[in-house]
């Protein structure tokens, strides 16, 4: 019973009193001295009808008389108390007979109480009155003991007296329930709740009940128990000494013991998590902290430890391919393996995210730490199978040693992650040794990228446009959108000094996206005012892998109203071959839609020419590197790459546009080879939108270039 169900007893002088007696004169009389108290009175003139009355209306007093013709008192009180729910009623019997026997047979029948007749009717009124506040009262008592009850079974809260002098224990029957004994058995003693106590704890527990009673004092203490049932339990128990006045210098350690297995499974699966990674079952970087300051405590007097962080490479790009539970898989794998590298003695952690942490102990010499690296990335590369799927990992690690780069806890940890992210900006896959210089370099990284999500937010990011002309009109025909940051206070910022930061945190997603709907936008005014112009927009990488970029640039060209012919989308060589054939299902996608399609820094990277012709290409563009040698005296091909470039694209039926040109001779050459498109200072540098709405007067019409 809660709280909520306790019953809501009626007012006393709501009670319901059954009066039973065959003199119509006495029930009458009864009525009206008990009525104007505010009880709802029932009469009976034999037994029979009291026994039904009782039944229905289930009474709170009844006034049962002793001697009626037929079923006398005695036998209706016995039938009354048969029913179940009788025995929060209370039966009075009224008799002139005062006799202990009879008393006794009466209360043997089930009575509560007794009148002698004749009737006293004052005191018949006092009488009554002060029978239901018993009842109400004890009612209420029970209620109290019930809930009480209950909450200690909730609880799994049992009830002990230890006698000090016989050190036997009285227990409750939650008590006998959480230690398995026997419900018939009315006590235990110190040596038997020992018996169930784990070995390793039963010293502890008969020490601290032995000094309870010995000092007389609290007590409190928690063990394991194993009981019958063969369950593991932990066990809370306290108490308090109370002195025996009847035998000085002896008394009870009254208290209680619960069963707290569960509270403590929580506890401790709370605390687990304060300390390790769930995902990894690895301790995680709270941990791993800990365990550098303690080596920092005791550091050896022979030997080096080194800090490694080991941060897996583009590890987003497995979430998209493999969707997170597929990430958590590999993650789950990766761990595995390091976790042998604890055989040695190192340790391993979840530190965040991507990214683990190793105390590599022990180390002789610097050469001994540089081959457990290359050993660390040998068994990162190897690929994890996921749905009968090969899956590639490589990692960027990072290095601190003791007590070579620092001594303490936080420039030891800070300088394995700058240095962890030097090896990411160098492409992954690889180790570096932190250096002072490398920890700046780091922080200036740190607060670029702050400056950036800055800049993101406020929109500081714009497009600038590179004119790209027809080398029969030299006019303009399209141009390539640029992306330059204004900065409030430094002004313009190089994309050199931001874009690689951008594009290996993945803010390089909202600044392209952000520069995508500032030139559609721009698009759309400048094609209002009759310029047919083509815009090649560079996307890097994270962008071309996110699973939404296409349908983002389709509600662009919705939202503005833009003709998807009037888009050209620029992707890396390196782009393409990081995940080829997503390359080339987004390449179709966008030609889909009637975007164009182009290859930017073509032989830059890994010069795949079976690359040209899988992927869905409709321009290739010529490198400023392979421009700039032309007629320059620098290079012995003398352009003859770019000469190369230009035959193979017109081959493949691509158009080709050349890039970095600066000087008449390399313009005069790369004619004379078939180029005819180009872009460079020769033309024109990139420039803002307002500039170079200026140079679009000379545009003629670019149905020819196209």
């Given amino acids: 019973m809660t709280i909520s169900d306790k019953p809501k007893r009626a007012p006393l002088h709501k009670a319901k009193i059954l009066v039973v007696d065959d003199e119509v004169l006495i029930r009458e009389a009864i009525t009206l001295v008990l009525e104007p108290e505010g009880y709802q009175v029932l009469t009976a003139e034999n037994g029979n009808d009291a026994v039904e009355l009782f039944r229905r209306y289930q009474p709170d007093l009844v006034l049962l008389d002793l001697l009626m013709p037929g079923k006398d008192g005695l036998q209706t009180c016995k039938e ?101 004994l026997n419900a018939d058995d009315e006590s235990c003693s110190i040596p038997k709740l020992l018996e169930f106590i784990h070995p390793e704890d039963r010293t502890h527990v008969e020490f601290v009940l032995n000094n309870a009673i010995n000092e007389k004092s609290l007590y409190i203490v928690e063990y394991r128990l194993h009981n019958h049932r063969d369950e593991d339990m932990v066990i809370l128990q306290q108490g308090e000494y109370i002195e025996n006045i009847k035998t000085p210098g002896y008394g009870w350690l009254n208290g209680f013991l619960q069963d707290v297995t569960e509270s403590r499974k929580i506890r401790d699966n709370l605390e687990y998590q304060n300390y390790y990674d769930i995902l990894t079952d690895l301790p995680n970087r709270k941990s791993f902290k800990i365990q550098v300051k303690h080596c920092l405590a005791s550091p050896p007097d022979d030997s080096l430890f080194a800090i490694v962080f080991i941060g897996l490479d583009r590890f987003s790009r497995v979430n998209d391919e493999l969707s997170h539970a597929g990430g958590d898989k590999v993650m789950k794998t990766i761990a595995s393996r390091l976790q042998q590298f604890e055989n040695n003695g190192h340790i391993v952690c979840h530190h965040h995210s991507d990214v683990f942490s190793m105390l590599i102990r022990n180390i002789k010499h610097i050469e001994e730490c540089t081959r457990t690296l290359n050993v660390i990335l040998k068994c990162i590369r190897e690929p994890v199978v996921i749905d009968a799927k090969d899956i590639y990992v490589t990692a960027s690690l990072g290095v601190s040693v003791f007590p070579l780069e620092s001594e303490t806890d936080d ?28 920890e700046n370099s780091c922080k200036l990284r740190r607060q670029i990228e702050r400056d950036i999500r800055s800049a993101i937010k406020n929109e500081e990011f714009i497009p600038y446009y590179q004119p790209q002309i027809d080398t029969s009109s030299r006019q303009i025909v399209s141009a390539e959108a640029l992306t330059r940051w204004i900065h409030p206070v430094k002004g313009l910022i190089q994309p050199d000094d931001f874009i690689p930061i951008a594009e290996e945190t993945g803010l390089i997603i909202d600044i392209e996206r952000q520069i995508l709907s500032k030139v559609c936008t721009q698009l759309k005014d400048w094609i209002a005012q009759g310029y047919n112009l083509r815009v090649g927009i560079n996307m890097a990488a994270p962008h071309i892998e996110q699973s939404d970029m296409v349908s983002f640039i389709k509600n662009i060209l919705t939202k503005t109203e833009v003709s998807a012919s009037a888009l050209d989308i620029e992707i890396t060589e390196r782009t393409a071959v990081k ?17 164009k399609t182009s290859m930017d820094d073509f032989g830059t990277g890994y010069s795949s020419l079976s690359l ?83 140079l679009l007067p000379l545009q003629v019409s670019v149905q020819k270039a196209l």
Wanted: glycine residues 6%.
């Fill in 80 to 180: 009354m108390r048969e029913f179940s729910g009788s025995e929060g009623a209370t039966i009075v019997i009224l008799t002139q007979l005062d006799d202990p026997e009879t008393i006794s047979n009466a209360f043997k029948a089930g009575a509560t109480d007794y009148i002698i007749k004749p009737i006293d009717w004052f005191l018949l009124q006092q009488r009554v009155a002060l029978i239901l506040q018993n009842m109400r009262l004890l009612t209420n008592f029970n209620v109290i003991d019930q809930e009480l009850a209950q909450a200690q079974r909730i609880a799994r809260l049992g009830i002990l007296h230890i006698n000090t002098l016989t050190k036997h224990i009285q227990i409750s029957d939650i008590s006998k329930n959480i230690l398995d």
């Fill in 579 to 595: 995940n080829q054939l997503d390359s080339i299902n987004k390449l179709n996608a966008l030609r889909e839609l009637g975007i």
């Fill in 612 to 694: 040209l012709q899988e992927l869905p290409l409709d321009i290739l563009k010529v490198d400023k590197s392979f421009v700039s040698c032309i007629h320059s005296g620098l290079k012995a091909d003398k352009g003859a790459i770019a000469a190369a470039i230009i035959a193979m694209s017109h081959s493949l039926g691509l158009q080709v546009i050349a890039e970095g040109v600066e000087t008449e001779q390399q313009f005069a050459f790369l004619q004379d080879m078939g180029c005819h498109i180009m872009q460079g200072y020769l033309f024109g540098k990139p420039m803002p939108a307002s500039e170079f709405e200026k």
């Fill in 411 to 438: 420039g030891l940890i800070k300088g394995s992650e700058a240095a962890m992210l030097q090896s990411r900006y160098y492409g992954g896959n690889q180790y570096t040794y932190r250096t002072v210089e490398m």
